[in-house]
């Protein structure tokens, strides 16, 4: 018991110790170039999709309204007809 007692804290020791070798050895900001620039390059492309995306809401838009007007065309049609 008291030997596995031993090799937990030795392995723990070991554990923290590489942790402490390798955080004194890299930066602590470190982040690959790679990274920042796919993450960028992935700002632009979501600006890229909203910017799409609003235009053609509009398209749809103005093509509802559009839609509408034979509806509105006949309903006056039919009520200049009743008129007369």
């Known amino acids: 018991m ?3 007692f031993l090799i937990l ?3 723990i020791g070991v554990s923290f110790g590489i942790y402490f070798l390798v ?3 890299l930066p602590k900001d470190f982040i690959p170039e790679e990274f920042s620039e796919s993450r960028i390059r992935g700002a632009e492309l979501a600006r890229s999709i909203v ?3 609003s235009s053609s809401l509009a398209s749809l838009e103005e ?3 559009l ?3 034979p509806k ?3 309903d006056l049609m039919a009520n ?3 008129g007369e």
């Open 72 to 74: 509105d065309w006949r």
């Open 63 to 65: 093509i509802a309204r």
């Open 2 to 4: 008291k030997r596995r």
């Open 80 to 82: 200049a007809e009743e």
């Open 67 to 69: 839609d509408d007007w």
């Open 23 to 25: 955080s004194a050895t």
């Open 9 to 11: 804290l030795a392995t």
């Open 51 to 53: 910017e799409l995306s």
